[in-house]
């Protein structure tokens, strides 16, 4: 299995948190449209042979783009790739950039999955982070998506928010739960540096995340997500069983994938490349940087990322595909996390449970040739 990733770089305005690459000036709009099909087609043997069984519009706003612009870039995708006929196709949308008759038009080209980001449906907590749409005309979008007749929605919520308390969280899952949407993408709030937040909080502008409070939170979310029949299949992705994100499945299973626009990662199986990080140069010279990957690479990565999913390390696989010696250095690293009772085996896996989840990225790296 084979995805696409199209990077939309376009927003309204830059939320306080957001470390993407992204830009609120659309002047360059219909030259990006252009570069993105040119890039399209240039790079259409990318992933040889396989085919395409998820195209997923990320950014940045994919919602701020009208239906015929994202129309022009699936006809080009498909002209040019071998897009399976029942094809994941996902739009990430913010509140404030649809209407019912933008969700109806999406649905009209055959966009079939809905990545909603929400973020919290209390008012104080979506100034905070800066986020233009209100509490109130978040629910009626979501109401607008069933309407129209979407089947898999993903709502996006962040918790660790300051203004955030435990009360007002449990709420936000309960207003979850009861929309009957089978999937939750949660994040815990993480500032860096050089956003906007980042800066507030430096200054005393704003006040600081709680490690303590974001680790209560984390543990309130998988007790009501495991008490409502979903499965954490993934750090901060939770699914009833069956309707996991396809796309987002194939970066954590270390699957090829394809990434066009300003900023975009690709990965073949044995390099990653990634496209320059600006609208203007992206539209007048299309540049990437690329990396072959060592075996050392290979390895740390397919650590990282599958200790991050309910489907563990496999050892198996790291015989069979790394050799000997890196099974026996993984085997010996894991004893302590097992004794610890951060991690179970469960046949030749090897997984994290709930609370080794919180330590994952140290895990990994101890873990790491």
Known sequence: MAGIYIHI??????????????????????????ALKREAEARKDYLGEEEVKTVYFGGGTPSIMRASEISEILDCLKKNYKI??????????????????SLFAYKSLGINRLSIGIQSFFDDDLQYLSRKHDSKHARQVLEWAQEVGFQEITLDLIYGIPTLTDEKWRKNLEIFFSTGFNHLSAYALTVEEKTALGQRINKGVAAPVCEDATIRQYEILCEATENHGFEHYEISNFARP????????????????????????????????WNVAGVKDYCESYSFEREQLTPDDRYNEYIMTSLRTMWGVDLEYLRLNFGEKYAEKFE??????????????????????????????????????
């Open 9 to 34: 770089p376009f927003c309204k305005s830059k939320c306080a948190y957001c470390n993407f690459f992204s830009v609120v000036s659309e002047k360059r709009r219909d030259d990006f449209l252009d």
């Open 84 to 101: 399976a006929a029942a094809s994941e196709i996902t739009l990430e949308a913010n509140p404030d950039t649809v209407s019912k008759e």
């Open 242 to 273: 069956g309707h996991y994100s396809k796309h987002n499945t194939i970066y954590w299973k270390g699957e090829k994938y394809l990434g066009l626009g300003p900023s975009a990662h690709s990965f073949d199986g044995v390099s990653r490349q």
């Open 332 to 369: 010996k690293g894991v004893e302590n996390h097992i004794s610890s009772g951060k991690m179970f085996r469960k046949d030749q896996n090897f997984i994290l449970n709930d609370n080794g989840m919180l330590f994952a990225d140290g895990i990994a790296a101890e873990l790491f040739f």
